[in-house]
């Protein structure tokens, strides 16, 4: 949330630290079709082209799959080097050799996968660099999503439709509170006369009312889901310490980089094939215990023979850590051989 609020209303365009392309797929998924034709990289012949169009009638813009390198042809828009005409009060930027009429409804996104980029102070100070690296808490959350959308998809439906309902319901509140405080900066004369300004009144506390109603209901409502799903939870919190493992791999050998998207495949054929049962305690083991195993396997395939025992390793110091289970302090004493070292 906090990204999201950074990106859209950032006095500076975003340019998004997003190694498993989640900031892609929102910014994808919340322009909708304003994005067609408008999502380029630098290697694009025409991207200076569709960029201007993008400037000059107030679209959306996006740059995807950034490495250190940003073209200093965009350095205008990202400074927003606007020029305004004295007498038409026009407002123009130069892009490339062509002066370009700015609309003030553009927005420009820039995206990276690179995990940990080095940009100069020069980029700092002209955008807002936003980390969108998932975090294992919010990946728990994420897979419990998708979790629970598995295993129980009418209660998912009905917390989405929840969530909707609530963000509609409060948009509605304020704007009632607005309507009812511009009526009566308006209001003229004494306001105990005014017989459409006290209808106005009664009709606006009504809504409010049942507003407020529908909000407390839909609060406990949700309270009652959350309780139920968070019963999904262990299978999540597995899933998001298994991916950070795999993703940790890259540490040993660069070879070894693992995609958010293809732990999600995983995930998810782990939760068609393992074994059912009736009982949710047992379902949920039959779960964790096939998806360690998934995990486990799927991983080796990339590995070479001499690392799959720091995998091992690795997943079971994390699972246990997670448990809140800790080893005892285990010393080796080095043979005393100089050629064993």
């Known amino acids: 949330m906090q ?36 999502v380029k990289t630098f290697n694009d012949h025409d991207f200076l082209k569709q960029l201007e169009l993008a400037v000059q009638y107030g679209l959306p813009f996006l740059f995807e799959n950034l490495d250190e390198y940003i073209d200093p042809v965009i350095d205008p828009v990202l400074e927003k080097n606007v020029t305004v005409n004295e007498i038409t009060g026009a407002k123009t930027i130069m892009l490339g050799d062509k002066e370009v009429d700015w609309d003030e409804n553009f927005t420009l996104y820039l995206c990276t996968k690179l995990p940990n980029p080095h940009y100069g102070p020069e980029i700092s100070g002209k955008t807002m660099i936003i980390n969108y690296a998932v975090t294992q808490q ?6 419990l999503n998708v979790t629970v959308r598995h295993e129980r998809p009418d209660l998912e439906e009905e917390r ?18 607005d309507t009812l405080l511009r009526e009566l900066a308006s209001a003229q004369g004494n306001i105990l006369d ?6 106005t009144l009664d009709n606006t506390k009504k809504k409010a009312v049942e507003i407020a109603e529908n909000l407390a209901a839909a609060q406990v409502t949700a309270k009652e889901l959350e309780l139920t799903r968070v019963k999904y939870a262990p299978v999540a919190k597995r899933g998001s310490i298994l991916f950070f493992v795999m993703s940790g791999l890259s540490v040993i050998n660069s070879m070894y980089e693992n ?7 995983v995930f998810d054929t782990t939760l068609r094939t393992s074994k059912p049962d009736n009982v949710l305690d047992n379902r949920l083991r039959n779960v964790v215990e096939a998806l360690t195993y998934d995990v486990y396997n799927f991983t080796c395939l990339g590995l070479f023979e001499k690392h799959k ?13 997670g448990e809140g289970t800790y080893f005892p302090c285990i010393t080796f004493r080095l043979p005393d051989r100089p050629d064993y070292y």
Do not use: Y
Not at 10 to 23: E, I
């Open 3 to 38: 990204n999201g609020i950074l990106t859209t209303r950032a006095s500076r365009f975003a340019l998004c630290v997003d190694p498993q392309m989640q900031a892609v797929s929102w910014i994808k998924k919340r322009e909708g079709k304003n994005l067609d034709g408008k």
């Open 138 to 143: 919010g990946l728990q959350e994420q897979l």
């Open 160 to 177: 989405e439709r929840l969530v909707l309902t609530m963000s509609d319901s409060k948009t509605l509140l304020k704007q009632l509170e």
């Open 259 to 265: 995609s958010l998207n293809m732990f999600l495949t």
């Open 194 to 199: 005014n017989a459409a300004l006290i209808e």
């Open 309 to 321: 025992l720091a995998l091992s390793f690795q997943i079971t110091i994390k699972i246990e850590d």
